[in-house]
């Protein structure tokens, strides 16, 4: 079965930088896009950016750019999504999260698989 | 500020019918398929619905999405205790380029 694990919660100071894993399993890891989303405390679903695992492609939402950086490991089947220059307004939960559609088409933008979510805290 | 409007909150008995609008334009849900997600805080989202009316499987046909024009509608009949979450309207916005959310309803069933 599909599944999408990632790594454990993570606490950082102001100005640090996280990188969190998902890690594929149950399907084949180069055939569907992968995206970031995240949830704030009291907030909703914010989009990040998207991953093409099969060639590494990347597209990331204007507000992150400069501070995200989103990569892949085709040999663990991993995704990475590395976030500076963190503030207190980047704790949040940070989700990867499956395209139903497949590398070789347009993204779907919809998403089939989620992982359980990585807790972020930024604080002093 | 969200792309996308959603009320926040919708309720209802159980057994009873809810639904929850999801507002946008032309450069989102006007033009694109829209997704309806179900979130418990501490587990993963769940896809209910893609494409505007489409069920995954394993999405009891209790979940039912529409769309027209700008703006779309997901239905819940026979509501359960289980089914209070947050739920949220998903779409592309060409526009801005980038995945839009609505700002989530949460749903209580009394």
């Known amino acids: 079965q599909v599944q999408l694990v990632q790594s454990g919660a993570e606490v950082k100071k102001p100005g640090a930088s996280v990188k969190v894993s998902c890690k594929a399993s149950?399907?084949?890891?180069?055939?569907?896009?992968i995206h970031w989303v995240r949830r704030a405390p009291g907030q909703g679903l914010e989009w990040m950016g998207i991953?093409?695992?099969?060639?590494?492609?990347?597209n990331y939402a204007q507000r992150f750019q400069g501070r995200v950086t989103m990569t892949r490991d085709t040999s663990t089947s991993t995704v990475y999504m590395e976030l500076s220059s963190l503030r207190s307004e980047d704790t949040a939960v940070y989700y990867c999260?499956?395209?139903?559609?497949?590398?070789?088409?347009?993204?779907?933008?919809?998403?089939?698989?989620w992982g359980q979510g990585t807790p972020v805290t930024v604080s002093s | 500020q969200s792309v996308l409007t959603q009320p926040p909150s919708v309720s209802a008995a159980p057994g009873q019918k809810v639904t929850i609008s999801c507002s946008g334009s032309?450069?989102?849900?006007?033009?694109?398929?829209v997704s309806w997600y179900q979130h418990l805080p501490g587990t993963a989202p769940k896809l209910l619905i893609y494409?505007?009316?489409n069920r995954p499987s394993g999405i009891p046909d209790r979940f039912s999405g529409s769309k027209s024009g700008t703006s779309a509608t997901l239905g819940i009949t026979g509501l359960q205790t289980g089914d209070e979450a947050d739920y949220y309207c998903g779409t592309w916005d060409s526009s801005l380029s980038l995945v839009v959310f609505g700002g989530g309803t949460k749903l209580t069933v009394l």
């Open positions: 149950g399907y084949t890891f180069t055939s569907y896009y």
């Open positions: 991953i093409n695992p099969s060639i590494g492609s990347t």
């Open positions: 999260a499956r395209d139903r559609g497949i590398t070789g088409q347009t993204s779907k933008k919809s998403f089939d698989y």
């Open positions: 494409d505007n009316n």
């Open positions: 032309a450069s989102n849900i006007g033009s694109s398929f």
